[in-house]
């Protein structure tokens, strides 16, 4: 004989209305937000669904609305990253307190290989999520043809060359780099150096863009050291890497704060002294920047910032707003410490 389940029963909403005094359609009507009722009836319901413990169906409630109150942070990133890099973090956070505010859930994806595009292309397409915000992408990333062919509501945070037809927020890589890159030659350094990452993204690609621009005709291709990922590991194997092309390097400029800090220890290690011998300069002004010996000098990315924005735009959107193309740019200022 099967055993009376102990799981208590759910309150109704004609319950709540019941208690209440008023219709169910009265108590549909503040569920879903609407303004057409009044105070005392609001009350009143308000205390109704106090005692009888009453929890909205959201399943239910998503089937009618065709909408799941769910939007997708998906990082195409190993994820090694969301430790290593702490923007990641940082653009999570941002883009889930814009969500939370407005009353969605965020479910976050990670894309660590070609199988994970693949799952994940799937689990977009069964209606899950309401809209996407994308931290990462390449050009031509499988990732943004499958947003295309959804249709759904979309923000990237960061610019891949190929998708001007759909939103993102980002910063201006490229002029952030030569300006901190001519703050660093001003200190009177001579033959100064790069930790490049992640060249397959816009960042990475502008950032050395940036720094070839500010080097001018001195620039020397030997001098820049170019790695896979932003990340302290990745920033001791390129600092040890130019040490071995130019012994007399004199400043450096790593591509984050994460490659800064692997690049300042290693230098350390080989009897350099920071600045008195090699000036060093990083990119985010994240934690890595103040935990470094001496303090990192370093461009201010608003990580956080970027993600509220790219989670109101992907709001906007859902709300009938057009999509705001050509994109929404961040302010980049040098943070200017001892390290250099």
């Not at 814009?98 to 069964?126: F, H, K, N, P, Q």
């Not at 960061?158 to 030569?178: L, Q, S, Y």
């Not at 994240?286 to 370093?298: F, H, I, K, Y």
């Amino acid at each position: 004989m099967t055993p009376p389940s102990t799981r208590p029963k759910r309150a109704t909403v004609h319950e709540v209305a019941t208690e209440a005094g008023v219709s169910r359609g009265t108590v549909s009507r503040v569920l879903n937000g609407e303004r057409y009722v009044s105070a005392e009836a609001r009350s009143a319901i308000e205390a109704a669904i106090a005692k009888t413990g009453y929890v909205p169906n959201l399943a239910a409630r998503n089937l009618v609305m065709q909408r799941s109150q769910a939007i997708a942070f998906l990082v195409h990133e190993p994820h090694s990253m969301f430790v290593e890099d702490p923007n990641i973090g940082d653009i999570l956070l941002g883009a889930n307190r814009a969500l939370s505010t407005a009353g969605y859930l965020m479910t976050t994806l990670v894309i660590d290989s070609a199988d994970d595009t693949e799952r994940i292309g799937r689990y977009l397409s069964g209606g899950v999520v309401d809209g996407i915000i994308v931290v990462s992408a390449r050009q031509h990333d499988p990732l943004t043809a499958i947003i295309r062919r959804l249709g759904l509501p979309a923000a990237f945070v960061g610019h891949p060359p190929d998708i001007d037809d759909i939103p993102f927020v980002g910063i201006d890589n490229r002029k952030a780099a030569e300006s901190i890159t001519r703050r660093l030659l001003e200190t009177g350094r001579r033959r100064v150096g790069m930790v490049a990452a992640a060249l397959d993204r816009d960042s990475g690609a502008d950032r050395l863009a940036g720094f070839t621009a500010a080097i001018g005709d001195a620039f020397d291709p030997a001098l820049v050291s170019s790695v896979d990922l932003y990340s302290y590991s990745e920033g001791v194997r390129g600092m040890r890497e130019l040490l071995q092309r130019e012994p007399a390097i004199d400043g450096v400029f790593a591509a984050s704060d994460s490659l800064a800090a692997g690049a300042m220890d290693v230098l350390r290690e080989a009897g350099y002294r920071v600045p008195v011998d090699v000036g060093v300069v990083g990119f985010d002004n994240s934690v890595w920047a103040q935990r470094c010996e001496p303090a990192l000098s370093t461009v201010d990315q608003p990580a956080a910032g970027l993600g509220e924005r790219a989670a109101q735009s992907v709001l906007a959107q859902l709300a009938g707003e057009a999509p705001q193309l050509g994109g929404i740019y961040l302010d980049t200022p040098i943070v200017w410490r001892d390290s250099a």
